[in-house]
């Protein structure tokens, strides 16, 4: 067995045994007792929440420090017995719900406390980051509870945090499948296979038609217009598709935001092993490189301009089928 071999067998061993962990916690995370807050449960997106039939609107959290904060006008600013100075409402990059934290005075603390220890039991830890300030935790499932009390201004802070999101994203980078895979060799990207011809491809008994993409700087790029701008958990901002002058299909480029960096680089360390390589082109950028068979996969972190990232899947099976030619010439 190579090392290349016996690298990427130990990394999916340990994402094995991981994503088992991880389901556990999914598990045990769907029982909880805290499916999300009021009519807002976990996971809803910001513009799908209604109220007695009515559609719910948010207004900007302005005191907030977090991005996708949002309060509600004339909201119901109680909890049990205590009174409430502010509930603000967080969002992830998606506009789904996944935190709601809760404002106010510290004579209110002890009713808090009181619900959620009648609700959740005991904390399951208590710390002092200063004398000023005590934490009380809870987890419930895939939630994360702290009443966080601030002695010196008299107030408190209830966080109630659901992880839902997080381990969506490990569900759905462990199992992409846009790679094609057979036999250990990359055969090609979703529905086209290296060297397919490019005026000979078809889908569903439909010709597919690329577009040329007048704007590229390598002669031969073309992209679609209903294409899947998603890679696992991770957005795209392009797919291009490169064809080599005998117009046969050899290389794709994914490009997305910085924000999705981790998440391509998580599953192609998932699929491959760990990379060979990684470059760094000062501080500009880094290139981690897999090999996989005649296919090379090169991921490009960019700082520099407004940053991202590049997924170039280079297959260089039209070089070997060109040797193979100039080795059978009866010519002379």
Do not use: C
């Amino acid at each position: 067995m190579t090392s290349q071999s016996t690298k990427s067998t130990t990394m999916k061993q340990i994402l094995i045994a991981f994503f088992a962990i991880l389901m556990t916690g999914m598990s045990y995370g769907q029982g909880s007792k805290v499916t999300g807050f009021r009519d807002l449960v976990w996971g809803i997106h910001k513009d799908s929440v209604y109220s007695k039939g009515v559609k719910q609107k948010f207004d900007k959290d302005k005191g907030a420090s977090e991005a996708n904060s949002f309060v509600i006008k004339d909201d119901n600013l109680t909890l049990g017995a205590a009174k409430l100075t502010k509930i603000s409402y967080h969002f992830n990059n998606q506009s789904r719900f996944k935190k709601v934290v809760m404002f106010g005075n510290q004579k209110y603390v002890q009713d808090v406390r009181e619900i959620l220890i009648f609700k959740f039991g005991r904390a399951k830890s208590v710390k002092d980051p200063n004398a000023n300030l005590k934490v009380h935790e809870w987890q419930e499932g895939d939630v994360s509870i702290s009443l966080t009390q601030n002695k010196r201004e008299e107030n408190f802070q209830l966080i109630i945090e659901s992880n839902w999101d997080l381990s969506e994203t490990y569900v759905k980078n462990m199992n992409v499948n846009d790679i094609v895979l057979e036999k250990d060799q990359i055969i090609g990207f979703r529905d086209f296979k290296w060297l397919d011809k490019k005026d000979s491809v078809y889908l569903n008994g439909e010709k597919v038609q690329f577009r040329l993409d007048r704007e590229a700087d390598q002669l031969n790029t073309y992209y679609l217009d209903a294409e899947k701008l998603s890679f696992g958990a991770a957005r795209l901002s392009g797919i291009s598709y490169f064809f080599n002058e005998d117009d046969k299909l050899t290389k794709v480029v994914l490009t997305g935001s910085a924000d999705y960096f981790d998440d391509m680089k998580f599953i192609l360390n998932h699929k491959f092993g760990g990379a060979e390589d990684e470059n760094m082109f000062g501080v500009e950028m880094s290139v981690t490189e897999w090999v996989v068979g005649d296919t090379t996969l090169k991921l490009a972190n960019r700082s520099e301009g407004d940053g991202g990232f590049s997924l170039i899947i280079e297959s260089s099976r039209d070089q070997t089928e060109r040797y193979i030619k100039n080795t059978k010439v009866t010519d002379f």
